[in-house]
């Protein structure tokens, strides 16, 4: 009997550690479930160009040093061959949905995948359906990003999420957005990193592991200085990845999305304000704390109050910040995240039945 063929819609492209781990933990995640699963590989020389600036000038309008801007070329490429060995279909305008391949089922997510405030996917109709060929249309912690549920959807985009046979969303924002666009009552999941643990399993690099991890960029002056404060006092180092934050002890601005994983493994605690940074601390259980950004404001908090971890999203007035570092996340946290995962596969089971 042949196995059902499933596509996978998402951002795929991202120079972006989280945006790489979400598609490619859902889309092999499918594939042990016995799937055959692959991502739509759309394609469009504009948001080509949309990444290729972002990740060579991350920071704008602050601009890229020059002696940083090879490092982040290096990070670029070694992101576009990770990419490509990710089971993908035949390639398709992004703008012509209408000639990728049909599907058994096509799931639309993770990622900020309804996002319409997003500066290059935002309110592109193939993330709603338009234009695809599937006998059923699945959402799989899809997310509306920075689009507030005070702002609602317009009728007209709201019609679309009604193709979808099954709904879920990865935050309370989305839920509120999806039952007053629809009143549907969409299933709230865990992000595919972590339902799907196995495809990230690492062991921790072979080295010192007396390192925190700074994953992200922008933090506040306040910020730096309590961690900076901390690492001191505890003699444990600040390494930057992804970014250039000067003011961490080392820096691994080219590092491979797939040394990812084994870095965050080995590290002490992790300081963040990325929505991915949060997850793979809560993957592998090490102290953390956020700071969310003005773009991720809507999507950490809410993924900290889902599991009970709310005190780990920290501001210029709190205090406590080293036992943050020094704290573990709590067993509450680690029963949450078993429910979750117990009724995201449920919820997955009875989608592609």
Request: proline share 6%; hydrophobic share 40%.
């Amino acid at each position: 009997m042949a196995r059902e063929k499933v596509g996978v819609l998402t951002f795929h492209k991202c120079i972006n550690y989280g945006s790489y781990w979400q598609a490619r933990c859902l889309v092999e995640g499918l594939r042990i479930r016995g799937y055959d699963a692959e991502i739509l590989d759309h394609d469009s020389p504009a948001v080509r160009h949309a990444e290729a600036k972002c990740a060579l000038q991350p920071e704008l309008p602050a601009r890229t040093r020059k002696t940083d801007l090879r490092k982040y070329a290096a990070k670029t490429r070694k992101f576009i061959t990770a990419i490509a060995d990710l089971p993908q279909s035949r390639r398709f305008p992004l703008n012509a949905p209408e000639m990728s391949r049909p599907y058994d089922a096509i799931i639309v997510g993770s990622d900020e995948v309804w996002n319409f405030r997003h500066p290059w996917y935002g309110s592109k109709p193939i993330f709603f359906g338009d234009g695809l060929k599937a006998q059923r249309f699945i959402s799989y912690a899809a997310s509306f990003g920075n689009h507030s549920a005070c702002d609602g959807i317009d009728p007209a985009w709201a019609g679309k999420l009604h193709r979808f046979d099954s709904i879920s969303v990865r935050d309370s924002n989305s839920w509120h957005l999806v039952k007053g666009g629809t009143g549907r009552e969409a299933a709230v999941v865990l992000d595919p990193v972590l339902q799907f643990p196995e495809v990230t399993r690492a062991k921790p690099p072979g080295w010192d592991s007396r390192y925190a991890l700074i994953y992200g960029h922008g933090f506040p002056e306040w910020l730096r200085r309590a961690a900076r404060t901390w690492s001191e006092r505890r003699g444990i180092a600040l390494l930057s990845i992804g970014y250039a934050n000067d003011w961490a002890d080392q820096k691994r601005i080219d590092l491979s999305p797939l040394e990812f994983p084994a870095i965050v493994a080995g590290a002490r605690a992790v300081i963040t304000n990325f929505f991915h940074g949060c997850v793979f601390a809560l993957l592998h259980g090490k102290p953390w704390v956020a700071a969310p950004s003005d773009y991720r404001a809507i999507k950490i908090p809410d993924l900290a109050a889902a599991l009970g971890a709310e005190h780990r999203i920290i501001d210029e007035g709190t205090r406590g910040v080293s036992d943050l570092l020094d704290t573990p996340i709590l067993p509450t946290v680690a029963s949450r995240l078993d429910e979750y995962r117990q009724s995201s596969k449920a919820y997955l089971d009875a989608a592609l039945a």
